[in-house]
């Protein structure tokens, strides 16, 4: 723990410039990041004054495979981006809960009082209020601390605001009281609890998974409790290619009932078969009954089903194929993901606005553009917001002009993949 102004002075002096490249890779955004951490220090000292702080990051996320799979305790392929939420903070004994984040008004929550409350909900009080009192119900040690907030994870553009945000909270918690010492999967699921519970989202555990673990991970949620989360080794320069994920700035409003379909038509399947979630449905089973299927529930539920079952199978084949270095079967595999979001999740647009069709747009932009030398695919939860795509080096520049020419200045961006997931910077 160091004082503010001290911080201010050394990040200055260039003192953290290795760190900055450790957490963000790219060399282009190293000036960006350093003005960024002085600012945020220096709206800490405005706000709450000059003390002895420490900084946290917990970063956002790009789903590569599993779409819409882990509510069904499926399999995901997803990776922590070098874009963060990151908070200066500083421990405080009064028991409550102080935040200012960057364009917002200041928050606060009492720590002896973190039941759900209902005016709250699908607001960020709900979520520093559910996972303060996830960490308490499981015994662990909470308290009071004041934070300024900062974030480039693009609000509601597929990489997962909200769960940066939850998993930041929990991870300075974790620093602040319990030694850094909680495990990030326990803090994803704490997370996840925030959002459900609280916020009033039906989520599962991929996003929060992805921003508290890091770097490539394969995840099998068939026990979600234990979750199976395997690193994947994977150099996506070596082979020539960039992730770009583009803001299709489409709007988020009005798609609540739209994303809690996917989950519940997905149930109901399993219901048919008297299981809670499609995992512990046979997948042969499923096959052998879709006329009766079709006749209870109709056509939209039993394709969202076949979704499911294939996108495990195509999330296995992309680790196997990243891990063996064969870069072009796993273009074919997300082509093929992208592919079943589209026509068999069919959360590319909201059949309530079919004259809103951002993303839309963007795919048949992408395949305009990239042929069969790159891919393209919705990404996230769907029905608007970002696409993703693996673009060959050499079009990389094209392939943003045109985006940006389509969508608007920076609506293109071209990421890296981040190591770390919620941490402790200083």
Not at 86 to 104: L, M, N, P, Q
Not at 310 to 338: C, H, P, T, Y
Not at 342 to 362: A, D, R, T, W
């Amino acid at each position: 723990m160091k004082d503010s102004s001290v911080l201010i002075k050394e990040f200055k002096k260039g003192t953290y410039e290795s760190l900055l490249k450790d957490i963000y890779v790219d060399d282009s955004v190293l000036e960006y990041q350093r003005e960024r951490y002085i600012k945020a220090l220096n709206q800490y000292e405005k706000i709450f004054g000059e003390e002895e702080v420490e900084i946290y990051s917990a970063p956002g996320r790009s789903e590569v495979g599993g779409n819409h799979t882990d509510h069904q305790y499926g399999k995901v392929l997803a990776t922590s981006i070098n874009l963060d939420a990151i908070a200066v903070t500083a421990r405080t004994e009064d028991e409550k809960i102080t935040i200012v984040s960057d364009g917002y008004e200041r928050m606060e929550i009492g720590l002896n009082d973190l039941p759900a409350k209902e005016d709250e909900r699908e607001t960020s009080l709900a979520l520093i209020r559910g996972v303060a009192a996830r960490l308490k119900q499981k015994g662990h040690k909470i308290g009071g601390f004041r934070a300024y907030i900062t974030s480039d994870v693009l609000i509601g553009a597929g990489m997962s605001s909200s769960a940066a945000y939850e998993t930041l909270i929990g991870t300075i918690l974790s620093g602040l009281y319990n030694q850094m010492k909680l495990d990030p999967v326990f803090l994803a699921q704490a997370g996840q609890y925030a959002e459900n519970e609280y916020f009033g989202k039906p989520c599962g555990l991929m996003d929060q998974m992805a921003s508290s673990v890091g770097g490539m991970i394969y995840i099998d949620f068939e026990n979600p409790e234990e979750p199976e989360v395997k690193q994947v080794k994977v150099d996506f320069e070596g082979f020539g290619h960039s992730l770009c994920i583009v803001d299709t700035r489409g709007s988020h409003a009005d798609l609540t009932e739209d994303y809690a379909m996917i989950p519940s038509e997905m149930k109901q399947v399993a219901h048919y078969f008297e299981e809670d979630v499609l995992r512990k449905v046979d997948k042969t089973d499923f096959y052998l009954n879709i006329p009766a299927i079709r006749e209870i529930l109709g056509d939209r539920a039993v394709l969202r089903a076949m979704h499911l079952f294939e996108e495990n199978k195509r999330v296995e084949e992309e680790a196997e194929a990243l891990e063996q270095g064969k870069f072009e079967v796993f273009k074919k595999l997300v082509k093929d993901s992208g592919d079943s979001s589209f026509k068999y999740l069919q959360n590319v647009y909201s059949n309530h606005q079919v004259n809103n069709q951002s993303v839309s747009i963007g795919l048949a932009v992408s395949d305009v553009i990239l042929k069969d030398r790159g891919v393209s695919r919705v990404h996230g939860g769907g029905f608007a917001g970002t696409i993703q795509a693996f673009v060959p080096d050499e079009i990389v520049p094209l392939y943003q002009k045109t985006m940006d020419s389509v969508f608007g200045e920076e609506a293109c961006h071209i990421l890296k993949v981040r190591k770390y997931g919620g941490m402790k910077v200083l």
